[in-house]
């Protein structure tokens, strides 16, 4: 029997590239001035294009006197483009779906078909074309790397696919990225550890709150989940480790990784790049140029400050985003780890000027609840949403009081009814729990709705 010939394996780099810093070391390390004078090109060629291509953007322009040739410096970029915010994109795609007159090209261009939760009320349609669907991806890949995640890593994505923008920039990432990617989509919990224990990815891809939840179920079947091959987590769309310490130190015990965060809009792009330091993320600045207003003012206001993040994207040619409102409160410093230039967004979002809270991974905003709670027959205007931990998952419970003239043995099934709405509606089930009549509390001024429940260091700042 002759003997078995041992293969060495094949690798994307070499020992000394994979030990590089940098993905991209000459756009990280950038300098200022380099930086500003790149964005003012880009901003002056895309709000030619957009006026060009986009009806909706020609429109604005024209309305607001406007002219593209107008912007000769970013003050100029700041001072005379007119702001936009998410409602004005979904209106005229409600009058006129699936896009209305936004795209900037042809639909036999677009590739890909995305869209926000929709838990402002409506969804926001997102067309890709075959440009933006790489562009997405790349500053995931700038993240994994600065992270110490190699292209011979492989990702296990534990979450089942849909329409949804964000995770479709994390497999578009992974696949820029180079590396070898398992879908777990259709699998349940005990289903994705299994794939895990028998797979051997060593990169998990999961809100925090679930990989957590994956782990504490791992432990009721015996099996520990820092002993496994996974060495990094990566998360998103919730708060997550670079935001809050406390979730940081839970997800690195509970699997005996590292935990990594990326910040992103689904509409824009995954432009928050994890930082090596783990306390923020780095605005990729190849894909966007941003900038921090006062929310109530919409006065620039300087770095060091919190303020709301206002973006414009390089990367949508499909459906441009210029000077968008995110209403994500921020505070830019400058620069990361290991001599990066790129605006840094200290400790992630800070809060959100129309207050969105993450249950399950999906934002729930207080005034679509409230739309929801009025459309169901029987229940009242008075109602709290409570906000608590059960285990590693935040929760979210409506307590309503019902209408006088229902009988109190037809409450649970109005509860099923409120319940049920809200499900089909925001994509998240939040538990709906009948109280007595004038048990709840009345405020003369202005109704306080939320009642946080969770331990402080689980909270996010909302100091403005």
Aim: proline share 5%.
């Amino acid at each position: 029997m002759s003997e078995q010939r041992q293969y060495a394996p094949i690798t994307h780099f070499t020992a000394r590239a994979r030990a590089a810093k940098y993905w991209n070391r000459y756009t990280e390390t950038m300098p200022r001035e380099t930086l500003d004078a790149l964005h003012l090109k880009k901003l002056r060629l895309l709000l030619r294009y957009a006026y060009e291509h986009s009806a909706f953007y020609r429109q604005h322009f024209d309305k607001a006197g406007f002219e593209p040739d107008d912007v000769l410096s970013l003050a100029d970029f700041k001072r005379l483009v007119p702001i936009t915010d998410k409602t004005d994109f979904v209106h005229t795609q409600q009058e006129h779906p699936p896009y209305g007159n936004t795209a900037a090209l042809p639909l036999e261009m677009i590739v890909h078909h995305s869209e926000t939760s929709g838990t402002t009320g409506f969804p926001l349609a997102i067309p890709y074309s075959a440009y933006d669907t790489e562009r997405y991806g790349e500053p995931w890949c700038h993240a994994f790397w600065a992270l110490g995640i190699r292209p011979e890593d492989s990702f296990y994505f534990a979450f089942n696919w849909g329409n949804f923008a964000g995770l479709w920039s994390t497999y578009w990432g992974v696949r820029r990225f180079g590396a070898r990617l398992i879908s777990g989509g259709g699998s349940d919990t005990e289903g994705h550890i299994q794939n895990i224990l028998r797979l051997n990815p060593t990169v998990l891809c999961a809100t925090p709150t679930y990989a957590l939840r994956m782990a504490e179920v791992a432990a009721e079947m015996g099996h520990d989940m820092s002993q496994s091959s996974i060495r990094f987590t990566v998360g998103g769309g919730e708060p997550g480790p670079f935001a809050l310490p406390a979730m940081r130190t839970a997800l690195d015990a509970a699997w005996g990784a590292q935990s990594c965060d990326q910040m992103g809009i689904a509409e824009i792009d995954a432009f928050g790049v994890g930082d090596a330091l783990r306390d923020g993320v780095l605005v990729d600045e190849m894909n966007v140029f941003c900038w921090s207003v006062d929310p109530d003012t919409m006065v620039e206001i300087p770095d060091g400050e919190i303020g709301e993040n206002i973006v414009t994207s390089y990367v949508n040619s499909a459906q441009p985003l210029i000077n968008y409102r995110t209403h994500d409160l921020v505070r830019r410093t400058s620069g990361g780890a290991d001599g990066r230039t790129w605006v840094k967004l200290e400790g992630v979002i800070l809060g959100r000027t129309d207050f969105m809270i993450t249950v399950r991974g999906v934002n729930v905003y207080p005034t679509a609840v409230d739309n929801l709670v009025a459309e169901v027959e029987g229940v009242s205007s008075h109602y709290q949403l409570v906000l608590s931990k059960d285990g590693a998952v935040d929760r979210m419970e409506v307590r309503f009081e019902p209408e006088k003239s229902i009988l109190e043995a037809d409450w649970p099934a109005l509860s099923d009814r409120l319940q049920d709405h809200i499900r089909k509606s925001l994509k998240v089930r939040l538990d709906c729990v009948p109280v007595a009549l004038e048990s709840l509390p009345r405020f003369e001024l202005k109704t306080q709705r939320i009642v946080d429940k969770r331990p402080k260091e689980l909270r996010r700042a909302l100091d403005r």
